[in-house]
Structure formats: C-alpha cells, structure tokens
C-alpha cells in the first residue's frame, strides 16, 4: 500500500513523466538516424551510399523485433534493470561502429540498436497504462507521441549542425547515450509501477478464458490494432512519395516538395500536442474518428489546391489528422480490457513497426506500376476505413457515438 501511495504521489508522478518524454523523444530521434546518416556512413566506412542505406534499413527489422519481444522481458525484469539493460548493450553498439568496415558489419549493428529501441519504446506506453486511467490514459498517450514527433523533427537539424562542424556520424548516436544517462538518474529517484507482476496476472487469467472461450474483447482489440496499422501505412506511404507527386503534379522543385514533409512532421507533432489536451474533454474513440475525417479532407485538398500556399496547408491539415491516432488507439484499445496488459501494449506497438514496414513495401510497389498519385488518394481512402472501423468498435463496446455527444 506503501509502495502505490508512493508511485501516485505528485513529485514521483512528476519523475515518470519526465522519464517517459525522454525515453519517446530519443526513440524519434534514432528512428530518422537511419534516413541522415547514410551519407556520411557510406564515405567513413568505405562502402557505397546504396550500400549503407540498405544496411540501415535493417534497423527497422531490429526495432519490429524488439517490440515483438518486449511484453516477454518485461515479465522478467523490473524497468530499471531492463534500462541498464538496454544502455550497456547501445554502448558496446556505439564501440563497435567505430571498428566496422563493411556493410554487413553494419547491418548487423544496426539490427541489435533497432531491438533495443523496439523494446525502448515500449516501455512508456507500458507506464502509463498501470498509472493512468480513463480520459488521462488516452492523453498521456497522445503526449508520449507528441515527444516521438519533436525528436524526429528537431534531431535533423541538430545533426545538419554537426556535419557542418565536421562532427563525426557515431558521435549522433553517442548524443543519445548521453540522454540516456539523464534517464537512468532520474529513475534511480522514482519509484516505478511493476509491470512485471501485473502482467503475469494477466497472463494466466486470459489463458484460462481463451481455453473457455473467444474472448468478446479480442476482437475489438485485433480491430483496434488494425487501425494502428491502416494509419502507418497512410502516412508511411504519404510521405515516401509525397514530394515526387507535389514535383510532379505542381511542378514545384523536389526540394520544395522535401519541405512539405516538415510541414507534415511539423503538424503532427503540433496534432499530438493538441490531442493529449483535448482528449481530456472528448471521448479518444470520437476524437480518432474527427481525426480521421480531418486526414481525409487534407488528402482531398492536395489534388484541387489553387495555389502552393493552400497545398502545404492541405499537407499540414492531413499531417494533423494522422497525429493523434496512434496514441488514442493504443489508450482506447487498452481501455477495452478489464486490466492494463504490457503484453496488448507491446502488440500495439509492434502492429505500427509493421505497419511501417509494409508501407514502404507497398507504396514501392504502387509507385513502380501505377505512380504515386494512386498512393495519395490510398492514404486518404484508408482514413475513411480507419472511421468506420472505430466508429463499429464504438458500438460494440456500448459507447455508441449519438449517445456519448449527447453528453456535452
């Protein structure tokens, strides 16, 4: 009783939070390492630019592996160890790329650094649903987001900088480590929920039902996951051919067109923002499905923009659509259940690493026979889906849309 009084008090409340912002915000910053590093791998290694890009890509192998098995860890180890864990393997990692020279040197390092930040990224989300509850879950969700968003956005720029000032690429990743650091002194000075416990609980009471029975939740859960995984295959898609169909279509120049993905990046990071405030007022399931809708007109305005002014706003507005899906999902499909699971927080997770995935296979593929126009109006049509299928998963779990305005 001790023990909860203490996780629940503010000064620790506090500490948590600081930790998992930090955590989410040096996720987004490795996780567009691969896309700026590349150049300066290639020519300090002695490989081919070609070459180091694909071995980075292998980095989004590791971190869909390290999502697939961070609910497992999780049963093992406290969230402390587990960091030092993770921090002593990241640093051989970081020795190691200053004695590789080949490609597949570095595709092997690249993998155990995605599996350490696919377990990573976990490990907030698994905070917050043993800490919070209700409208606060979807909102703490949503801001852990917003963190990914202003790593991915801001850490190119600093990274821009440090290549002016001829600062070696490794040292990028040294930057991180030494974030790091900060966290784990942090979390000496909190006190941390048991995930761990809580879990295996769960574990065993779930086996049990499903020998019984198909759980009614399950499927609302898979169908939440699903939309996870529409949603990162909208964006990813988007925003692999986004600047090709501005160049093409509006005979703006690529670079011009590279700008509307900071534009993207830009609004999302604002739309989580938003979100973790809003969803406090409004049901997360009925801001999702607003959310969606706001996607889809973005989308419609990209193909009847007048003017470059109104397209970079359409590419804002679908970038803000797209934030706080993510977030919300992972609290609204945990919120399903009767007790948060690590296990359905890491599925979650991991289902947005495949999405990912798949999305660059298949906007590849449509590129390569129909173009990236047909990748757009994809993005925009799987918004719509994303509607309906929250919009079914509402009806079902009794928190029908009419009623839940009726409210305010």
């Known amino acids: 009783m001790n023990s909860e009084l203490e996780i629940s008090s503010f000064g620790n409340k506090v500490k948590i939070s600081i930790v998992m912002y930090i955590m989410m915000l040096t996720c987004g910053m490795a996780v567009i390492l691969p896309f700026v590093l590349k150049s300066q791998a290639a020519a300090a290694i002695g490989i081919s630019a070609d070459a180091a890009g694909y071995a980075f890509s292998f980095y989004m192998v590791g971190m869909l592996l390290g999502q697939i098995v961070s609910g497992y860890i999780t049963k093992l180890m406290n969230l402390k160890t587990e960091m030092i864990g993770i921090a002593i393997l990241f640093l051989i990692c970081i020795a190691t790329l200053g004695h590789i ?8 390092v690249e993998i155990v650094i995605g599996i350490l930040f696919g377990i990573l990224v976990t490990l907030p989300f698994f905070i917050v649903v043993h800490t919070v509850d209700g409208s606060s879950r979807a909102s703490q969700s949503n801001l852990l987001d917003l963190f990914f968003g202003i790593g991915s956005f801001t850490f190119p720029m600093i990274v821009g900088r440090m290549f002016i000032h001829h600062i070696d690429w490794k040292m990028t990743y040294v930057l991180i480590f030494v974030i790091w650091i900060i966290i784990l002194i942090v979390m000496i000075f909190t006190k941390l929920p048991n995930v761990s416990k809580v879990n295996i609980v769960l574990a065993a009471k779930y086996e049990q039902a499903d020998k019984e029975h198909f759980s009614p939740w399950t499927f609302n859960v898979i169908l939440m996951a699903v ?15 986004m600047p090709e169909f501005l160049h093409l279509k509006y005979h703006i120049s690529l670079e011009t067109g590279f700008f509307g993905l900071t534009i993207f990046w830009a609004c999302y990071a604002i739309g989580c923002g938003v979100a973790g405030a809003v969803v406090k007022k409004i049901p997360e399931n009925i801001y999702m499905m607003f959310s969606a809708i706001i996607g889809f007109i973005g989308v419609v305005l990209i193909f009847f923009a007048a003017t470059p002014a109104v397209l970079f706003i359409a590419v804002a507005i679908f970038g803000y659509g797209c934030s706080t899906i993510y977030g919300s999902s992972i609290a609204y499909g945990a919120s399903i259940l009767p007790k948060p699971s690590p296990r359905v927080v890491g599925f979650f997770i991991c289902i947005s690493g495949i999405g990912t995935f798949f999305g660059e296979i298949y906007a590849t593929w449509i590129h390569q026979y129909f173009g990236s126009g047909i990748i757009i109006v994809i993005s925009g049509i799987l918004m719509i889906i994303l509607f309906l299928i929250v919009g079914y998963v509402s009806m079902v779990e009794k928190k029908e849309i009419l009623r839940t305005l009726n409210k305010f």
Do not use: K, Q, R, W
């Open 101 to 108: 020279h080949s490609a597949m040197s570095l595709v092997v």
């Open 227 to 241: 939309v996870i995984f529409l949603d990162f295959v909208a964006f990813t898609g988007f925003n692999y051919y």
